[in-house]
């Protein structure tokens, strides 16, 4: 919502401003088609060439993040929360060997089917089905399990990362595309030098529309979307966070109710459940038979 009221901000005030100064909104329109052409072309071309297709293909699903912001709600925060309770409480209680035919096949499992959304996360069910199946093969020192999950999750934030520092490299190189195109618009307007005053003046005019479309669209949209998308990654990235807190606390023999507690310390403020909300959630969770 306020990615849209800023984008309507941004275009009404800066032409808004233009116009009610006494510009003539007009040769910016003329100029803009071809203008645009070429630092919009040129721009695209970069995009793909300094980028593989993994990274192209994510940087469109990237930008809905931009308006729809992070896909994890409070309530699938409280969700995680009471997964890892049923599963470190599984293990706690009942031994590794009934958790395995959880983790095998989490698709299948009576645990993980009451949590619907969070299936959905590949990263997130393979993250805490292979970090509890290590402990299932007796990898049990905290700090060697703790590295091995901090390995996993650098390697999927730095890829998840990835389009927005290449939304960001475009933004950067925006400006100067814009200069391109203005040289191109001068050295069209040298070529007609002879013209009277008035032609040269509209050619001299659309021509530095072209370095005002590179700033503007670098600093006032690709920029800011940049950034947004990489604030949103950051965001989703705590989700993760969380399960490596609960389970690294459940090897340092903490109840499956004190390494949820630990874990809820983790969430981002705006979505965290009071002690009081997650001990309710928790108690409302029917007993694994």
């Known amino acids: 919502m306020f990615q849209i009221i800023g984008l309507v901000l941004l275009f009404g005030l800066v032409f808004g401003s233009f116009i009610i100064s006494g510009g003539n909104i007009g040769v910016i329109l003329h100029a803009l088609p071809h203008e645009m052409m070429a630092i919009g072309g040129a721009g695209v071309a970069s995009f793909l060439i300094a980028n593989s297709m993994p990274v192209i293909k994510a940087s469109g699903g990237g930008l809905s993040k931009v308006f729809s912001g992070p896909k994890w709600k409070p309530t699938d925060y409280r969700d995680l929360l009471a997964l890892l309770f049923l599963l470190t409480k599984t293990m706690k209680s009942k031994g590794v060997i009934a958790l395995e035919s959880h983790i095998e096949n989490p698709t299948e499992s009576t645990i993980f089917s009451r949590f619907p959304r969070i299936m959905k996360d590949h990263f997130a069910v ?30 999927h934030h730095h890829e998840a990362l990835a ?30 030098i002879t013209e009277p005053p008035e032609i040269l003046g509209e050619m001299i005019g659309s021509a530095l529309v072209g370095t005002f479309l590179g700033v503007f669209l670098a600093y006032g949209m690709v920029g800011p979307m940049a950034t947004r998308m990489m604030a949103v990654v950051e965001e989703e990235g705590s989700f993760y966070r969380i399960i490596q807190s609960v389970l690294v606390a459940h090897l340092h023999g903490n109840a499956a109710q004190i390494s949820v507690e630990i874990g809820r310390g983790s969430v981002p403020s705006g979505a965290q459940p009071s002690f009081l909300e997650l001990e309710e959630a928790l108690s409302a969770i029917p007993n694994e038979g």
């Open 126 to 155: 393979d993250f805490i089905c292979d970090t509890l199946r290590m402990m299932t093969m007796n990898l049990e020192d905290p700090h060697q399990v703790e590295d091995a999950m901090e390995k996993q999750l650098e390697k």
């Open 163 to 192: 389009p927005g520092h290449a939304l960001q490299s475009l933004a950067d190189a925006l400006p100067a595309l814009g200069i391109v195109a203005a040289v191109l618009g001068v050295i069209k307007t040298m070529g007609a």
